[in-house]
């Protein structure tokens, strides 16, 4: 797994592109090659790309789920709704297609924001709402969700 790093903000063209800041573009550069898989986020307004790699080991997981269960099924095909592979152009550049950009509410400005492992694609205003929210304590949240991960290397 490639831990990626940063948050960059594009401008989005035209025709719908998104051209990647070179920072983004260094840490992906291993998987231009492979493409990438462009999806809806489950909880958020949001997209998420995934490179190659990382998208088989989601689908690894999701391939072990008994597709007779009726919970299952939904499940993947929602999971799945919407789902595209993507290339990044010879100039850094990435299509979102229509639908993808309706989900997100993608309109001039993009924020490229790290998720350890994937890249999560805002429409930057709600970017800022979602970061900025009110209605969560960052603080509250970083010890419930952290806060007793104490393990053998001290980190919590």
Same mark, same amino acid.
Not at 50 to 53: A, D, F, I, R
């Given at each position: 797994m490639n831990t990626i790093v940063g948050t960059y903000e594009c401008k989005v063209d035209a025709k719908g592109r998104l051209l990647l800041p070179a920072p983004l573009k260094k840490q992906l550069t291993s998987s231009l090659l492979n493409g990438f898989v462009l999806k809806r986020s489950v909880f958020q307004p949001c997209l998420e790309l995934?490179?190659?790699?990382e998208w088989d080991l989601m689908m690894q997981k999701i391939n072990k /789920?008994?597709?007779f269960v009726k919970k299952n099924n939904d499940? !993947?095909?929602r999971f799945t709704a919407g789902v595209k592979v993507v290339e !990044?152009?010879?100039?850094?550049?990435?299509l979102v297609p229509k639908d993808l950009v309706i989900f997100a509410n993608i309109s001039k400005e993009v924020v490229f924001s790290?998720? %350890?492992n994937i890249v999560e694609i805002w429409?930057?205003?709600?970017?800022?709402k979602? !970061?900025?929210g009110e209605? %969560?304590?960052?603080?509250? /949240?970083?010890?419930? %969700?952290?806060g007793n991960t104490n393990n053998d290397n001290g980190i919590s």
């Open positions: 995934y490179p190659m790699e /789920l008994n597709r499940f !993947i095909r !990044i152009d010879a100039l850094g550049r990435l790290s998720a %350890v429409d930057k205003d709600l970017y800022e979602s !970061i900025n209605d %969560v304590d960052f603080a509250d /949240l970083a010890e419930e %969700v952290m």
